[in-house]
Nanobody, 126 residues
Framework: QVQLVESGGGLVQAGGSLRLSCAASGESTVCISAMNWYRQAPGKERELVAVIYSGGSSNYADSVKGRFTISRDNAKNTLYLQMNTLEPEDTAVYYC???????????????????WGQGTQVSVSS
């Protein structure tokens, strides 16, 4: 299994910055391929914000390009989202998720599964 624990959410004024963290633990962390940040605002569908692949490449939603940066520390099994120039429209619950992929990692056999964090509230005031 993989357990995801988020931190870093809070309330910030427009134009400010926040850094979200999501620490992954559990024996299946060896199976993680891509890691992602999603967000969901009240009354809206959950939206993919950013994705980072095991090789380090990343993609972003158009609404956050140039403002947000996703990164991961594989040694610490931690995912980050640096959020700059925050806008009120960024207000949402942010979720990290980790995707495992089936196959052997040494002698450990992985399954394909998506794991989710508990979510952390980001509120941006004007």
């Amino acid at each position: 299994q993989v357990q995801l624990v988020e931190s870093g959410g809070g309330l910030v004024q427009a134009g400010g910055s926040l850094r979200l963290s999501c620490a992954a633990s559990g024996e299946s962390t060896v199976c993680i391929s891509a890691m992602n940040w999603y967000r969901q605002a009240p009354g809206k569908e959950r939206e993919l914000v950013a994705v980072i692949y095991s090789g380090g490449s990343s993609n972003y939603a158009d609404s956050v390009k140039g403002r947000f940066t996703i990164s991961r520390d594989n040694a610490k099994n931690t995912l980050y989202l640096q959020m700059n120039t925050l806008e009120p429209e960024d207000t949402a619950v942010y979720y990290c998720n980790a995707d495992t992929v089936a196959g052997y990692r040494g002698s450990y056999f992985c399954i394909t599964k998506a794991y989710w964090g508990q979510g952390t509230q980001v509120s941006v005031s004007s």
